[in-house]
């Protein structure tokens, strides 16, 4: 059986690897990041509800909603921790 496509999900995760290499400034990425989750949420729901979750959870609730004052370094330091989380989450087969 093929393996399930996840173009949202691999949007959102390449989305936020630029953004933690430095391929995308932080103004950039704070102002598009709302909105590619409010587009792709549903579409990454339908793909794999708990990576949607967790995606949810870990980058958008505890990194990027929690970083809003930050100075950019401990910013871009959250968002990379909170998605490393969701990617130890994920190759753990917890997703």
């Known amino acids: 059986m093929p393996a399930k496509k996840t173009p949202n999900i691999n949007f959102m995760k390449a ?3 630029d953004f933690i290499e430095g391929r ?3 103004l950039d ?6 909105y590619h ?4 949420y549903d579409k990454m729901y339908r793909e794999n509800r ?11 609730e ?8 930050l100075p950019d ?3 871009l330091q959250l968002i990379h921790d909170q998605y ?3 990617l130890a989450v994920e190759q753990e087969g917890f997703l």
Do not use: K, T
């Open 24 to 26: 995308i400034e932080r």
């Open 37 to 40: 989750v409010i587009n792709r």
């Open 15 to 17: 989305f936020v690897e």
């Open 29 to 34: 990425f704070d102002l598009d990041f709302s």
């Open 84 to 86: 490393h989380e969701l």
């Open 50 to 60: 708990d990576f949607a979750e967790a995606f949810a959870f870990y980058v958008s």
């Open 73 to 75: 370094d401990e910013y």
């Open 62 to 69: 505890q990194g990027f909603d929690q970083g809003e004052r």
